[in-house]
């Protein structure tokens, strides 16, 4: 799968992201980390990374694993 791809991937997990499935979600992004998607990786459009999403939706646990996971908090 192209690199593009998996980073789009990721950062479609977190914004998908739900309380109720917010273990889902923990899970695909790891994968797709795993897989060698750039956890950093920004928008497009807004220049937002996974971890400002996660942020903003203020899911506590999934800021906690894409911190373990070296997301860069600048």
């Not at 799968?1 to 997990?13: D, E, F, G, H, Q």
């Not at 795993?34 to 999934?62: H, Q």
């Amino acid at each position: 799968m192209p690199k593009k791809t998996l980073n789009v991937s990721l950062r479609a997990a977190v914004k998908g992201c739900t309380t109720a499935r917010q273990d889902d979600s923990i899970a695909i992004a790891e994968a797709l980390i795993y897989a060698g998607a750039n956890i950093d990786s920004e928008e497009a459009t807004e220049g937002k990374t996974a971890l400002m999403m996660a942020c903003e939706k203020g899911y506590l646990d999934l800021v906690i694993a894409l911190l373990e996971h070296d997301a860069s908090i600048h």
